[in-house]
């Protein structure tokens, strides 16, 4: 788990020696998530950034399969990138977000 996860956890948990039990709770919870029936996101019209990492609890295929689902989709995996550190590449991620806002809306919406 990063350390920044962990020091907050361990700043605010009012049982700080159950830490390991909650990583495992959490990782369990992200990798057992039940998605939404494909069926409904694939009604989903609006434009969608779907942005994961190859260091993540949630593997990239995850985000691939997502993205394959939804009829107005951009796709990004970031490298050598863990879940909490997706926001912090701002550098990859401010000019994706960036294009992605600035595009012309599809014309079948």
Do not use: C, K, W, Y
């Given at each position: 788990m990063p350390r920044q996860l962990r020091d907050a956890y361990l700043e605010v948990?009012?049982?700080p020696e159950n830490f390991e039990l909650f990583f495992y709770k959490a990782r369990d919870r992200m990798?057992?998530?039940q998605d939404a029936p494909e069926d409904a996101v694939r009604?989903?019209?609006?434009p969608t950034l779907v942005v994961?990492?190859?260091?993540?609890?949630?593997?990239p295929e995850g985000a691939v399969e997502l993205f394959r689902l939804l009829?107005?989709?951009?796709?990004?995996?970031?490298?050598?990138?863990?879940?909490t550190e997706i926001?912090?590449?701002t550098s990859w991620l401010v000019p994706m977000?960036?294009?992605?806002?600035?595009?012309e809306m599809p014309k079948s919406m």
């Open positions: 948990a009012p049982h990798r057992d998530f009604t989903i019209a609006a994961g990492s190859d260091r993540d609890v949630m593997r009829p107005h989709a951009q796709l990004a995996i970031l490298p050598r990138t863990e879940h926001t912090t590449r977000i960036n294009e992605f806002l600035d595009a």
